[in-house]
């Protein structure tokens, strides 16, 4: 058999891993799909799908010109890939060690876990997935810069109050890839509503800067000593954004109906007094599609599932 390569037209959708149901009704409700698609693992094909922007939230990557590679031997098949470009990562649920064997002959790329901070390169990166033994469906267009768009850091066990300092160490990167916004540091004022137990107030903290924290519940004893850490026992979002002043970053991790966070951002940015804020935009039930579309709406904004998320959604608003 000899190499074959099909331009096939359409896209293919990789799902965040457990968000498969989420990602398919993304498509149908948000964007109006309701072709069935070929399914290879958390990757979904739908081959006549118009070659229009279609980026879902619950996406981790899209393959936006997929094609076919048809191949005799592991050597040619990464020998056609990296004719077309550099970079390329794998996408596997079956043939495993053949990927890796592929893969291996790739030029490199950092598919292991990330040490924050980070800096993400803006370098195209590719995608494959091995449909058969001898059969690739891959895209060099993907909607991430991010090996299959997923990033994912080295945990630390020990000094975080929650796991929950792993969603804003990847939204504080992404702010970075999307905006160009600087992380959080010394001489600059965060503002985090519901913060206890401390998870991303530990994270801010870390990196030099001063946190007003504010829940009814107190933070992590180490945090409530750390002197670059002051609490407010008290309803965040009963304060008025004249209450707190001026701010580099103000964020939320709040559990409270998308209406009511919409609500709140809304009084932040008409005050003026902060330019960059991540918020967790949380959900009651099914995805409210509609509420989460007025996020992305407000100009310097994006909507994203993160790496880390799970049934919601997060804002990040950066306005230089």
């Not at 936006?64 to 592991?74: D, G, T, Y």
């Not at 002959?105 to 803006?122: A, E, G, S």
């Not at 160009?180 to 030099?208: D, I, M, S």
């Amino acid at each position: 058999m000899s190499i074959y390569i099909e331009e096939t037209g359409g896209k293919a959708f990789l799902a965040f891993e457990g968000c498969e149901n989420f990602l398919l009704s993304e498509l149908s409700e948000r964007f109006g799909v309701n072709s069935a698609p070929q399914r290879y693992g958390r990757l979904f094909y739908f081959k006549d799908l118009p070659q229009d922007d279609i980026n879902p939230w619950f996406a981790q990557t899209v393959m936006q010109k997929p094609f076919v590679l048809r191949f005799e031997s592991i050597g040619q098949a990464a020998g056609e890939l990296k004719k077309i470009q550099r970079n390329w990562a794998p996408c596997s649920y079956q043939f495993f060690r053949r990927a890796e064997l592929i893969q291996q002959k790739l030029p490199y790329i950092n598919l292991k876990d990330r040490t924050f901070p980070v800096q993400i390169p803006q370098s195209p990166m590719g995608l494959y997935c091995l449909t058969g033994q001898n059969e690739i469906l891959a895209s060099a267009q993907t909607s991430s810069p991010l090996p299959a768009g997923k990033l994912s850091f080295v945990e630390d066990h020990v000094n975080p109050p929650s796991r929950a300092y792993l969603k804003v160490q990847e939204s504080l990167t992404l702010a970075n890839l999307f905006f160009g916004a600087q992380l959080p540091g010394p001489g600059q004022k965060c503002f985090e509503a519901g913060a206890c137990p401390g998870g991303w107030t530990w994270v801010f903290a870390g990196l030099g800067a001063n946190v007003l924290a504010v829940d009814r519940s107190p933070l992590d004893d180490r945090l409530m000593n750390n002197p670059l850490v002051a609490f407010q026992a008290h309803d965040a979002f009963t304060l008025a954004p004249e209450d707190i002043g001026a701010c580099d970053w103000v964020f939320s991790d709040v559990i409270c109906y998308p209406d009511r966070l919409y609500e709140w951002v809304q009084k932040w940015l008409s005050s003026g007094l902060c330019k960059k804020m991540i918020c967790t935009i949380k959900m009651q039930g099914g995805i409210d599609w509609e509420a989460a579309a007025r996020f992305e709406a407000i100009p310097h904004s994006r909507v994203v599932h993160l790496n880390y998320n799970k049934h919601e959604l997060t804002w990040i608003h950066c306005e230089n």
